[in-house]
């Protein structure tokens, strides 16, 4: 078993680390504040190759394995997950599950322009009746031929205003239920597409997060991924992965607020001594190394299970599970240790703070990764440890 790095993974590392320190956190309050979209910062992440980590070369993208895009969103993440979380979906959900079940036509007609990070993509399958349950599709693509008419409304989208590529779940053949519903990707333009206004959220506020309508919207037949029917295990196979990027994100999130409080109370002193001499701040301290440490071995676990190609379903809920969980309570506990100046926003963990609770929502909610997490030990099917 190997627990170093190799250089390239380092440079990756090091990379990200610099990028959200210099270019990211300088305006990172202003942005959460105004709830303004990182539009030239997006650019940037472009530009250093971040939206599309995973993809093949051929394709546009960085051919990268899944630890060194961990090792990225990590770094991001202790900064802006807003970033991040726009990083995390063009990587996992988009451009890895085009690469992986689309045809050669559309890898060549979007993934080329989604892995450079030219476009954005966006992953439709959250309804207002259709979130944990997500069987449930009441949008309808229904086959009229040679294409699809889609119609319906999906919530709770990130970057849905900002891209240009949506990825969208349909039910054509209600009879059939999950085994009926297809995935369709369409472009924003395309007449029929309504982008709703940006909701009001409690963190990562300056990410895209929109409700989509679509009304009567011709999706040729030539963008359906995958064979008919296959759209539910598609969207299961991609929020797998998916789930790794948002591990490694609530792992930034805690590993962030971690060091935002070993700084500050190497700084801050109280009775006569910076308070990390006190014992009440050490073992705070002490309990949230541990943690981070525990829920970074997790997430690098499931990503090195990924990159072998081995089984990383359980693995992947896990690391989310935990993750998002330590997130909220080292961002609590970083807060604490800040005491009032915690509470305000130019310290930065109070946002960290708001930040980690989506992590324990989106791409499946705590529940649903017990749920996952549960069924395979039942069927026997979970992962066995490296020995």
């Known amino acids: 078993m190997q627990f170093s790095l190799t250089e390239e993974q380092l440079a990756v590392q090091e990379a990200a680390r610099e990028f959200a320190q210099q270019v990211l956190k300088p305006g990172v309050i202003e942005r959460d504040t105004k709830m303004e979209y990182p539009k030239a910062e997006v650019r940037q992440m472009a530009e250093m190759g971040f939206l599309g980590m995973m993809t093949d070369p051929a394709y546009g993208g960085g051919g990268m394995d ?59 399958l959250s309804e207002p009746e259709a979130g944990s349950d997500a069987t449930s599709q009441r949008t309808t693509a229904e086959d009229k031929g040679d294409h699809y008419l889609l119609n319906g409304t999906k919530n709770w989208i990130t970057n849905g205003r900002s891209s240009n590529v949506h990825i969208v779940m349909a039910q054509t053949h209600p009879e059939l239920g999950h085994k009926g519903i297809n995935a369709l990707i369409v472009e924003t333009d395309w007449d029929g597409v309504v982008i709703g206004a940006k909701e009001d959220k409690l963190g990562i506020r300056s990410s895209d997060t929109h409700t989509i309508m679509y009304n009567d919207v011709v999706v040729p037949k030539e ?83 990924k990159d072998k190609g081995e089984r990383f379903d359980s693995a992947a809920a896990m690391a989310k599970l935990y993750a998002s969980e330590v997130a909220m309570r080292q961002t609590v ?53 490296v020995m």
């Open 66 to 124: 899944t630890i060194s895009y961990v090792l990225a969103m990590e770094e991001i993440s202790k900064i802006d997950n807003s970033c991040s979380v726009i990083m995390s979906v063009n990587n996992s959900l988009v451009c890895w599950g085009i690469e992986e079940y689309g045809t050669e036509a559309q890898k060549q007609k979007y993934l080329t322009k989604l892995a450079p990070g030219d476009w954005l993509g966006a992953f439709c």
């Open 223 to 305: 963008n359906r991924v995958g064979a008919d029917g296959f759209g539910f295990t598609f969207a299961m196979e991609v929020l797998n992965g998916g789930r790794i990027g948002i591990a490694a994100q609530a792992l930034g999130i805690a590993a962030g607020a971690y060091e935002l409080a070993v700084a500050y109370s190497q700084e801050r002193e109280a009775f006569g001594k910076p308070i990390n001499k006190h014992q009440a701040i050490a073992f705070k301290l002490a309990d949230m190394a541990t943690e981070v440490e525990a829920a970074r071995m997790l997430v690098y676990r499931a990503a090195w299970l």
């Open 333 to 385: 506990e970083a807060v604490q240790v800040h005491g009032g100046y915690g509470f305000v926003k130019e310290y930065h963990v109070e946002r960290l703070l708001r930040d980690a609770k989506i992590t324990q929502i989106y791409e499946g909610t705590s529940e649903i990764q017990k749920l996952v997490i549960s069924r395979n030990i039942l069927k026997g099917a979970l992962y066995q440890p």
